[in-house]
């Protein structure tokens, strides 16, 4: 061993230390163990437990008790990382129930309609509105290169808007906005402040679209399957696949040294492991809390100070009977909140609802608080919270709903060494600076976490196509033998750094004359309604 | 000694520890011993030294050496706590040079123009555009309650743009559009798109004014006096006051433990102490690096994810001659950075550029390396970088400037336990939801910094006034015999917390009508010159 500025406690040497048992970090781990079970892998995790932004919760069901996922629980059959995980482990999916009628609260009415199919039933104004917004989203989301989106042409305009300017820019209707907003809270658990427009589009890019993000539409939508007893399994069974001593919990890392063939990391109990390699698989903002020495390069120091967690509650509610179900609804609600259910709350808790009946049949909902409505029912007690989230519930399905059997809600604000959930969002600035920074190695360390994917990033997928990404990484310089070209597609190693070309925003005159041609057409057009209309009479 | 999760190693009974020797904690260690020398207080210090954000260097210089603060060095007479101080520490202060011509390179052809006064020589359609822009914005941060901007009437508004977006709103000329870039630069090492309205109006407020920001007028401006000798020897005074076993250098703290009576600290390398108080002085993201038990309220875990810090570089060039003065220039310069000097630089590297005669009398410029262009530049190697500032130099003052004593850099991103510099800014949606937690205790735990700061945030001032304000918590809960009711002003136990009313902004059809007023003024205008101009013929 080398010197270090800790010389004194021992330390176990080992071939490669993973900083997180999260999905990203075991699936790094099986990875290493699958292409050479002769490495030496060691898992250090902070919380008691693996699973990372996945995590079971035992509840009072219909037919005496069940598990629920409390935390990420959708795949889809586009989401081709995880999927392949889930066979290797033996794991079974089956749909989100989709059958029935979905329910819109929208509009300063908070009025509750119901649609079928994937057209929301809003004013036909609202609806052009929204569909024109959308194709501009994905028009220009295709624009961005998901390699590194700083590369894109109008990166430095994109990343310099957050997205409540992009949608007061765009969109006209209340009705359209508010479903944005409730698109967003739940996506990323922010209000549209929060986000750059080019991290929402990159975002978008890596799931194939805008709507797939919060889209139960089998093959393109993030939200087709569930998995059979539960997401929170998969790391259990990885965790599982491992050795015992390999997997350390309850221990957070707080320092980590580069030495100059090796790297030391320190836990916060003073335990010490020296490694080749180090793979770090926890959130940014969580990764920003260890201490590197030598520092970080300014990069990618800069981008994990720039990628806040958002706020979100997810809630499971159990009943005797999917009575939703037997009234021809299928579960799903998207929602502005509706009319305020406190005093000092501005609205109610929601933003969205989808049936959450287990795989063994066991009725309930998922129903999640998130964005500012996260944090203005914080501060509600939880019997106030379930008396309002319950309100909504019957709001929306009947006075059924408010005889549930159970009901568990999980604040990821409250889980340590989480930051906040789903996932982190780029705040402006970031992207354009930092983003390429996300996946680059720092000498023996590597960077893993659905942050950094780019296929489906966020999500369960992401955590996987990084891990394998990290994995592949350190095999390639432990093990190159046994790594093919292909696995080192999407790497620091194969991916070429052009230089950005910057192009500006019309200038104020530019804008100028856009908006007295739209006034012109809009004077043209009111000209001709009124002699058609003289004509006529 | 209470029961906790690190219950071996043996641990120092304190009243008080506070985390952080820069200005702040070392000014709140100074308070509570003028107002109890029996407290018993400790200050952590991570790095190896005191100062936090100010720091001396010693160069060569035209008569031998001498040294130079290659961090926060400026006080103004409206800064009353940093003033106070000094009196206290018998540390005198002198004027910024400022007699003679400023110059100003601004705009696409990068002409230098010189100007004396306040008013930059630009085209009068960018004057124009500059003093409404400033108009503008002072009259907006008038209406933002520093005690708590997310009370502002449009604050859900105003935090949801970028300086970006509010640049491309309301300013129509690039001459005044790159004067606003530079001085957000220099102020925050952030570019317009990292930092919301509401907190740059917030911190205009603090500082009476977006101009003395950026101003060396007397009593108004920020950059009025320099202290002799250097400004990081306030630090250095106040350590020197304290009792050698009462500040330890080189102890970064990772876990923070809050038991029944008391708070446990941990440091990295195993040393415990046990506190009934403890203050936090560290910039916030540095502060989010800490372990929590229990964790921090969501909205002060947020708030510390949610303010990243600039990207700085400070330089001094020592001559033998202050030649500029001798030529009639007082030094001050405002750039764009002018043409670029490197194929892959886009533009030159520096922004600001100021007189940094010693006290001594030792010629010196302080030129900045700020936002992007520092992002830029710290991509080619040291001796690139200095001939590049060293042109840039020569741009402004001629070919002397080439031939410089010494030449010293200061990049802030590479300080350990740092960040960055020379601020942390708040981006977009944090003032709202989360600013009121920057200043609010969490049990026994209270938050200093200057970011936390009502009066000059960001500054020296700002500093000791939080460390004041902190200090003063502390003794309102274990000695309020020695405060008086006046010493609690401004912090969380005299501030009423009001509920905040919400102002949307002007919807689409407003926009559209105010559009066509002022295209109808436009042609009413154009009309009126047509007629005055055939009436003449």
Known sequence: MEASSFGDAHSLNVDVVIIGAGLSGLTAAHQLWKKDPSLHV??????????GRTVGQTLQAATGTDVWDMGGQWVSSCQPHVMGLLQDLDLAT????????????????????????????????????????????EKMMLQVPIDDPGLCEYAVEW?????????ERYLWTTEAKELVDAALRVIFGSDPAHISLLY????????????????????????????KGGAFQICDHLAALMKKQQLHLGEPVCHVEQLKDSVLVRTIKGQQYVCKRLIIAVPPQQAARIVYEPPLPAQTMHVL??????????????????????????????????????SDCQRGPLSVVYD???????????????????LEYNLKTAEERKKAVLWSLSEFFGNLALNCIDY???????????????????????????????????????FAGTESATVWCGFLNGAVQSGYRAANEVLYNLRPQVIAARD????????????????????AWQQMMQWTVRIGFALAALFCVRRLTNRSL
């Not at 509750?112 to 501009?136: C, Q, Y």
């Not at 959450?356 to 996260?374: H, M, R, Y």
């Not at 080192?488 to 200038?507: D, M, Q």
């Open 42 to 51: 060691i898992v250090l995790e902070a919380k008691g437990r693996v699973g």
């Open 94 to 137: 089956y749909n989100q129930y989709t059958h029935g009628k979905k329910l819109v609260q929208i509009g300063e009415d908070a009025k509750i309609r119901s649609f079928t199919g994937d057209i929301p039933t809003l004013s036909w104004l609202a609806l052009i509105d929204l569909h024109f917004f959308i194709v501009k989203i």
């Open 159 to 167: 990343d310099s808007v957050t997205m409540a300017t992009v949608k």
């Open 200 to 227: 929402l589009l990159t975002y978008a890019r890596a799931a194939g679209g805008f709507t797939p993000l919060i889209s139960d539409k089998p093959k393109v939508g993030g939200q087709e399957f569930k998995i």
């Open 305 to 342: 100070q720039r990628m806040p967690a958002g706020c979100i509650t997810k809630v499971i509610i159990t009943y005797q009977h999917a009575f939703w179900r037997e009234n021809g609804y299928c579960g799903a609600v998207v929602t502005n909140g509706g009319q305020s259910v406190h």
């Open 356 to 374: 959450a009946t287990s795989s063994g049949g066991n009725p309930a909902l998922v129903a999640f608080i998130a964005g500012e409505q996260q």
């Open 408 to 446: 568990a809600e999980k604040n990821w604000n409250e889980e340590t060494y989480n930051g906040g959930g789903p996932v982190s969002v780029g705040v402006p600035g970031m992207m354009t600076h930092f983003a390429a920074a996300l996946r680059k190695p720092f000498n023996r360390i590597h």
């Open 488 to 507: 080192l597609e999407g790497t620091t190693y194969t991916i070429k750094h052009a230089l950005r070309t910057v192009r500006g925003r019309p200038s």
